[in-house]
């Protein structure tokens, strides 16, 4: 199975700071990746598909970038709603999809 | 509206059986796949399996198979997850998730089934 790996496990960070989580494939996954956002006790939320592309709704703040095996997610001025735990999900293959191990975004 | 609308949190013993559901609406239930997704208490995400309810196509993650059995039922929009003898380690919130119809992300999710299973 694809390994996926994000870093920071933990980000302490600011309302209005610029903040980038990385996520790492152990393959190349193309642009076969999701960043979705979870609060406690609630669903995730899907954020980006496809690596790079804004779901609908979903604030212009956010943005993905990458292609092969590194990816990063980034929030351009955080705000209260956004803290939140994040995961990266790789889906190349058709019936093996895998998620990162989370991202907890805290305030600092 | 889509929506996929799972059935209430269960508290179990270890050893007993259990099915727990999630009913789709607002779209064409049998085009798209459904996953499960595991969450244990204070852990991240764990892809499980998933089905088509066109024609019950089911992949399962060598995790997770032969421990669970995942179904749908076509005429009532409605996908499972079934343990035939559960376990302690079983405790965890449960989520099923639509797979997008172009790409595998999943684009919508259920509100999640808290299964605890306790002597």
């Known amino acids: 199975d694809i390994q996926m790996t994000q870093s920071p496990s933990t980000l302490s960070a600011s309302v209005g700071d610029r903040v980038s989580i990385t996520c790492r494939a152990s393959q190349s996954i193309s642009s076969w990746l999701a960043w979705y956002q979870q609060k406690p006790g609630k669903a995730p939320k899907l954020l980006i598909y496809?690596?790079?592309s804004l779901e609908s709704g979903v604030p212009s703040r956010f943005s993905g970038s990458g292609s092969g095996t590194e990816f990063t997610l980034t929030i351009s001025s955080l705000q209260p709603d956004d803290f939140a735990t994040y995961y990266c999900q790789q889906y190349k293959s058709d019936s093996r999809t895998t998620f990162g191990q989370g991202t907890k975004l805290e305030i600092k | 509206e889509v929506q996929l609308v799972q059935s209430g949190a269960e508290v179990k013993k270890p050893g007993e059986s259990l099915k727990i559901s999630c009913k789709g609406s607002g779209y064409s239930f049998t085009t798209y796949w459904i996953g499960w997704v595991r969450q244990m208490p204070g852990k991240g995400l764990e892809w499980m399996g998933i089905i088509y309810p066109g024609d019950s196509d089911t992949r399962y993650s060598p995790s997770f198979q032969g421990q669970v059995t995942i179904s749908a039922d076509k005429s009532s929009s409605t996908a499972y997850l079934q343990w035939s003898s559960l376990k302690a380690s079983d405790t965890a919130m449960y989520y099923c998730?639509?797979?997008?119809?172009?790409?595998?992300?999943?684009?919508?999710w259920g509100q999640g089934t808290l299964v605890t299973v306790s002597s």
């Open positions: 998730a639509r797979r997008s119809y172009f790409d595998w992300h999943f684009d919508y």
């Open positions: 496809k690596a790079s």
